[in-house]
C-alpha cells in the first residue's frame, strides 16, 4: 500500500507534538478508557487517579505509548468507544491511502467526525459545554495516520462500505421551491425519457443543416434566434421547458431564446466536425453526409466522445451570472477534464435508477472524481466586480463546479439521450446561493437549476461502456399511410420529425398528405439523401406493408440510380488529334490514370491528376494549360 507524503510519520512524533495540556487530557482519558476495559498493557503502571500519571512531558509521553502499542487495547477503544461516524473515519484511512480526504468523506457519510478537543464558552465564562474528547485524536491528527498506527490496527479494523448513491424509488408529482424570500410554493415534476428524442432528433438536425436551415454567428458558431426557433419546432420531444417558458421578471435569471436542447444540437454537431460553417449558415461537410447514412447510434456515440474532448466551447459560459469568465486571466481550468470526471461517476451509477442531482455530485466525490471548474476565483465575480468578487464571496463547490455539471447533464447528456431527465422550473428550484452577494436578488443561478433528478437510461449505459449491446425498448406505432396512388397520409398529429423528412422527398398535396413524385424523389437524393434511408423510412412507419406499386415505384428509381454515378470531380484534356489521344490512353505508365472520352478527349481524375502530368512528361509531353 502507497501511503500519503502528508500522512504522520510516526506515532511518537504526533504524541511529542502535543502540549502539555493536551497530554495530561489525553492522559486522563487513556486512564479512564483502561480502567473500563480492565486491560492492563505489558509495563504499564496504572495509577488510581489522574494525578498520578508522570509529571514531565517526556515520561508521559512514554506512558501514552505504552498504551496506544497494547493492540487489545486500541481495539477496545475502537470497537466500544467511537461512534458510527469515527469507526468509519479509522476504517477509509486504514483501508486508503492513510490520509483522511474531507470531501469525499463528507459526500459519502454526510458529515466529518471531530478530530480536535475543546471547551466551548459562550459568553464571558458562562454556559460552558463539558469537554469532549474525540477518540480519533488517539490515532490521527488532521492530515491522516501515522504509518505504525495504521499497521498496528490494520488486522482488526474491516474494511469500509461500497459508496452508494441515494436512490428515489419513486419520483413526487410537485416539489417544494422557493417563491420569494423565505416564502414556498410548490412544483409539478416533469419527467424526459430521452433515448427515443435523441435518436430521432440526430436526423432531424441533420436535415436542417442540409437544407440550409440554421443560422449561426460566422464568429462563434452560436445559433441565431430563428435557428434555434427552427429547431425547437423541428425536434420530435421539442425542448426540456416549453417555448414560454421564462422568468417573472426581466432582471432574473433567464432561460433565453436559445433554450436548451437547440442550443445544444448545434454545438454539438460543431463538436464533431459534422457541419461547417459558410457564411452564417451551417452546411453538412463530408462526414455529416456520411453521419446520415449511418446507425443513429454509432452517430451519437461520436457526438458524446467529440464533446467530451471538445475544447472550443465551455459550459461555464452558459451560466450568464458569473462574470470575467473571458478575462485575459483566464480564470477558468478548459472543460474536457471535468466532463470526463461526470462520464467517470455516470459510468459507476446503475441503469435505471432515479437520484437526486444533489446525491448524483455526492455520490460523485464520495468516489474520487471530484472536479474543479475555476483556476482563480478572484477574476470571478458577481455584479460588481470588487464587492461580487467570488474571492470574497465564501463560495462553495455547489455554487459554481455543480452548475457546471448540472449544464453539461442537461444540456449534453440528456440531448443525446444518455441520461433521462427530472424537472422542475428552475426559479426556487435551489436556494444555496442566498448567501452570495449580488445574488440575493435573483432566483436561482441559472437556467439549469431544475434539473432535480437523472437516471442513467439503457442508451447512456451502453454509449458509456457499461454494456456491449443496445436494443431500444421503445415501438413506434404507425405514423403513416402510403396509398397505392402513390399518396402519403400522416397519422399522428404534430409529428414535425416525419413531415420534416417527407418535404425533402415528396411534394405536399395538403396539411396532411404528400405524394411520391420521381423529380421530387431524384432531387433528394442528388440533395445527399440515401434512397435506401427513404425506403426504411417508409417501411417502419407505414400501417401495415406498402401497396405493390410503391414498391415497384421504389426498386425503380433505385435502379435508375445505380445506373448514373458521380465519380466526383476530373480535368478534361484535348488532343491535338486522335493518335496522341490513343498513345496517351494505352501508354502503360498513364492508362490506369485516365480514360477516352470520344476521339480527341482524355479525362484525367482529379485525384491521379498529379500522377497523370508525371507521367505525361516521361512519354515526351506536358500539360498545356495556356492555350495556343
Request: a positive charge.
Amino acid at each position: 500500500m502507497r501511503h500519503s507524503d502528508k500522512q504522520a510519520k510516526s506515532l511518537n512524533l504526533m504524541m511529542s507534538a502535543y502540549v502539555v495540556d493536551d497530554l495530561k487530557r489525553i492522559g486522563a482519558y487513556l486512564l479512564n478508557a483502561l480502567k473500563e476495559s480492565r486491560i492492563k498493557p505489558a509495563g504499564l503502571d496504572i495509577p488510581s487517579k489522574a494525578g498520578g500519571l508522570p509529571s514531565k512531558k517526556a515520561d508521559r509521553v512514554q506512558w501514552i505509548l505504552t498504551c496506544l502499542r497494547d493492540k487489545s487495547f486500541l481495539k477496545f477503544i475502537y470497537e466500544k468507544k467511537m461512534t458510527d461516524l469515527e469507526q468509519a473515519a479509522i476504517q477509509e484511512v486504514v483501508h486508503g491511502d492513510g490520509t483522511i480526504h474531507r470531501d469525499r468523506f463528507r459526500a459519502k457519510y454526510g458529515e466529518f467526525p471531530r478530530l480536535t478537543w475543546s471547551t466551548y464558552d459562550y459568553g464571558w465564562g458562562r454556559n460552558k459545554e463539558p469537554f469532549i474528547f474525540p477518540p480519533l485524536a488517539l490515532f490521527m491528527v488532521s492530515h491522516g495516520m501515522p504509518l505504525d498506527m495504521l499497521n498496528r490496527i490494520k488486522s482488526f479494523v474491516p474494511e469500509p462500505g461500497e459508496v452508494e448513491v441515494l436512490s428515489v424509488e419513486e419520483l413526487p408529482e410537485t416539489v417544494t421551491i422557493l417563491t420569494g424570500w423565505k416564502k414556498y410554493g410548490e412544483a409539478t415534476l416533469v419527467q424526459h425519457s430521452t433515448e427515443q428524442a435523441a435518436i430521432n432528433d440526430l436526423m432531424i438536425i441533420l436535415q436542417l443543416a442540409d437544407m440550409g436551415k440554421i443560422s449561426v454567428s460566422a464568429k462563434t458558431g452560436r445559433p441565431t434566434k430563428t435557428a434555434c426557433k427552427n429547431i425547437r419546432n423541428a425536434l420530435s420531444g421539442g425542448d426540456f421547458y416549453p417555448d414560454d417558458a421564462e422568468a417573472k421578471s426581466e432582471y432574473d435569471i433567464r432561460m433565453g431564446d436559445a433554450g436548451i436542447r437547440p442550443f445544444a444540437w448545434t454545438m454539438l454537431l460543431q463538436a464533431a466536425n459534422l457541419v461547417k460553417i459558410n457564411g452564417t449558415k451551417l452546411e453538412l461537410g463530408r462526414t455529416g453526409r456520411a453521419a446520415m447514412k449511418k446507425p443513429a447510434l454509432e452517430v451519437l456515440k461520436t457526438l458524446w466522445e467529440r464533446w467530451l474532448k471538445n475544447k472550443n466551447f465551455h459550459e461555464m459560459s452558459r451560466i450568464d451570472i458569473f462574470k470575467g469568465q473571458k478575462s485575459r486571466k483566464r480564470p477558468l481550468y478548459v472543460a474536457a477534464p471535468s466532463r470526463e470526471n461526470i462520464a467517470d461517476a455516470l459510468y459507476e451509477t446503475e441503469e435505471g435508477v432515479w437520484m437526486k442531482t444533489g446525491d448524483f455530485f455526492d455520490f460523485l466525490i464520495a468516489k474520487g472524481h471530484r472536479f474543479d471548474v475555476v483556476r482563480e476565483y478572484w477574476h470571478l465575480y458577481i455584479g460588481d466586480p470588487n464587492y461580487g468578487s467570488l474571492g470574497y464571496n465564501h463560495v462553495k463547490w455547489d455554487h459554481v463546479d455543480a452548475r457546471f455539471g448540472r449544464a453539461f447533464l442537461l444540456e449534453y447528456a440528456a440531448t443525446l439521450g444518455l441520461i433521462d431527465v427530472a424537472l422542475i422550473p428552475p426559479w426556487g428550484a435551489v436556494s444555496d446561493h442566498l448567501d452570495l452577494w449580488g445574488a440575493d436578488d435573483y432566483s436561482c443561478l441559472s437556467r439549469y437549476d431544475g434539473l432535480y433528478a437523472l437516471r442513467l437510461n439503457s442508451l447512456g449505459a451502453w454509449i458509456l461502456g457499461q454494456k456491449d449491446e443496445y436494443t431500444p425498448t421503445f415501438h413506434d406505432e404507425a405514423s403513416l399511410r402510403v396509398l397505392p396512388n402513390m399518396d402519403i397520409t400522416s397519422l399522428a398529429s404534430g409529428s414535425s420529425s416525419d413531415e420534416l423528412f417527407l418535404d425533402r422527398f415528396c411534394m405536399r398535396k395538403s396539411e396532411r398528405v404528400w405524394h411520391l413524385s420521381l423529380p421530387k424523389l431524384l432531387q433528394a437524393v442528388e440533395e445527399g439523401v440515401d434512397i435506401s434511408g427513404i425506403i426504411t423510412f417508409l417501411n417502419e412507419r407505414n400501417k401495415g406493408a406498402l401497396p405493390q406499386p410503391v414498391e415497384a415505384f421504389l426498386d425503380d428509381t433505385a435502379r435508375r440510380i445505380r445506373m448514373v454515378q458521380d465519380m466526383g470531380d476530373a480535368r478534361l484534356i484535348k488532343c491535338a488529334d486522335s493518335s496522341i489521344a490513343q498513345l496517351i490512353a494505352n501508354d502503360s505508365g498513364l492508362k490506369k490514370l485516365c480514360f477516352l472520352a470520344g476521339k480527341n478527349y482524355i479525362v484525367v481524375p482529379k485525384d491521379k491528376e498529379k500522377q497523370f502530368r508525371k507521367g505525361l512528361r516521361k512519354i515526351g509531353y506536358v500539360l498545356n494549360i495556356q492555350g495556343g
